[in-house]
T-cell receptor
Framework: NAGVTQTPKFQVLKTGQSMTLQCAQD?????MSWYRQDPGMGLRLIHY???????DQGEVPNGYNVSRSTTEDFPLRLLSAAPSQTSVYFC?????????????????FGPGTRLTVL | DAKTTQPTSMDCAEGRAANLPCNHS???????VYWYRQIHSQGPQYIIH???NNETNEMASLIITEDRKSSTLILPHATLRDTAVYYC?????????????????FGQGTILTVHP
């Protein structure tokens, strides 16, 4: 299994440009999430999905759109990039399956996309 | 999800045990304690989690106090590769339902530096 993959690894945009960050997982996980991490900060949730066709907002959704047409893919779209969106973006997935009350729902993270908006 | 408090940074000598504390005094009965770590520039990595009993796996041990208001992550023999930011996260169990499932709330974490 490749796990969670993200493309591109690095991207530079100009203010106002649009782009899509790609995320894919091959573990058949129902849940997928997008986080951003600013320098010296913890991760903040942007959007998440509990299954194909179902998405919801996290802490910092403004300026980002998502869709989930398949179980495997969860792209993040920036419609009009702003310098405030300069960050490292991480995609994660986890399975809804768990063993009784064990709470076993480990999130697996991708390697990240480093985005700079000029 | 309950808020956690961790020291900003800690040091540890290579080969010694690293004990990372976490306070979560407002934890609810159905909330688990999770630990993740993030090695420089990489995505976070799951380490261990627990509800009320102490837990051990191949990476670490988790000690949770009887009142569940605090916990300690123990790396028994720290190596230079354990240098990372360690995050203590409290969240509801998956079977609690609601919108918290799948979401992790990251704080600032503890920067652990392992010295030769």
């Amino acid at each position: 299994n490749a796990g969670v993959t993200q493309t591109p690894k690095f991207q530079v945009l100009k203010t106002g440009q649009s782009m899509t960050l790609q995320c894919a997982q091959d573990m058949n996980h129902e849940y997928m999430s997008w986080y951003r991490q600013d320098p010296g900060m913890g991760l903040r949730l942007i959007h998440y999905s509990v299954g194909a066709g179902i998405t919801d907002q996290g802490e910092v959704p403004n300026g980002y759109n998502v869709s989930r047409s398949t179980t495997e893919d969860f792209p993040l779209r920036l419609l009009s990039a702003a310098p405030s969106q300069t960050s490292v973006y991480f995609c994660a997935s986890n399975s809804r399956a768990y063993s009784g009350t064990s709470g076993t729902d480990t999130q697996y993270f991708g390697p990240g996309t480093r985005l700079t908006v000029l | 999800d309950a808020k956690t408090t961790q020291p900003t940074s800690m040091d540890c000598a290579e080969g010694r045990a690293a004990n990372l504390p976490c306070n979560h005094s407002t934890i609810s009965g159905n909330e688990y304690v999770y630990w993740y770590r993030q090695i420089h520039s990489q995505g976070p990595q799951y380490i261990i989690h627990g509800l009320k009993n102490n837990e051990t796996n191949e990476m670490a041990s988790l000690i949770i106090t009887e009142d569940r208001k605090s916990s300690t992550l123990i790396l028994p023999h720290a190596t230079l590769r354990d240098t990372a930011v360690y995050y203590c996260i409290v969240r509801a169990a998956p079977n609690a339902g609601g919108t918290s499932y799948g979401k992790l709330t990251f704080g600032q974490g503890t920067i652990l530096t392992v010295h030769p």
